[in-house]
């Protein structure tokens, strides 16, 4: 369909008078396009459009985008020191899980015949002040052969006892003994610790009077 166009028709009268008759002045008539008039408005709200948005922009959009397209290989800055710090301690921790998979079962026991333990130790362990009584720390490890571990036994933190033992074959039993007495200081714990210091296993149990 053609398009429709606007026509101007303008009128020419003569500028004297008829005998007895008005000439009126000319007139104009003018006939509207609507269909280029609402082109045009879509066109200007378009553009207004994008000048709003682009105006509505603000600094932090800007950087949190220049950020996002920032190479992995940036240098380190404060924001990720956390991050690499704890992938290296989980790496250092990698080694102690590894050992603690090797000690296949621990036991405090009342006593040990034939290397293994009879019963367990009731806790919390009842004990006297002149009546010490004995505990065995138990366990088991495998595919440590060649190895040195340390059973280990603290009153309140500290060191009381150290036995060595020195692993000779692929499956080992190993148990050492402490004589506990009830005294002011009631928290134990005995533990594994291997040559580098690593703790591969520990218990931890508390001591009170015997009535």
């Known amino acids: 369909m053609a398009e429709k166009k606007s026509i101007v028709i303008k009128l020419k009268y003569p500028t004297g008078q008829l005998p007895g008759k008005k000439i009126p002045a000319p007139k104009t008539i003018t006939e509207w396009n609507y269909k280029r008039i609402a082109f045009a408005l879509g066109g200007i709200s378009a ?3 994008l000048i709003v948005h ?3 922009a603000t600094p932090e959009k800007a950087t949190a985008a220049k950020v996002a397209a920032t190479p992995s290989t940036a240098p380190v800055t404060i924001a990720n020191v956390p991050t690499i710090a704890s992938e290296v301690a989980q790496k250092q921790n990698t080694g102690a899980e590894l050992f603690k998979k090797n000690v296949l079962r621990t036991q ?3 006593k040990i015949v034939d290397s ?3 019963g367990e130790v009731n806790l919390p362990l009842k004990a006297g002040e002149k009546t010490p009584v004995p505990v065995y720390y138990f366990a088991e490890l495998a595919d440590m052969k060649g190895k040195t571990i340390y ?3 603290l009153l309140d933190d500290k060191v009381i006892s150290r036995k060595t033992v020195n692993i000779s074959d692929n499956t080992w039993r190993t148990s050492s003994r ?4 009830y ?3 009631s928290n134990w714990t005995v533990r594994l610790v291997d040559d580098t210091g690593q703790v591969l296993s520990e218990k931890k ?4 009077l015997r009535k």
Do not use: D, R
Not at 178 to 181: E, G, H, L, S
Not at 205 to 208: C, P
């Open 47 to 49: 553009v207004v459009a």
């Open 54 to 56: 682009f105006s509505s």
């Open 108 to 110: 405090l026991a009342p």
């Open 116 to 118: 293994e333990p009879v």
């Open 151 to 153: 059973h280990e036994w």
């Open 178 to 181: 402490q004589m506990v007495a």
């Open 183 to 185: 005294t002011t200081n």
């Open 205 to 208: 149990f508390t001591v009170i």
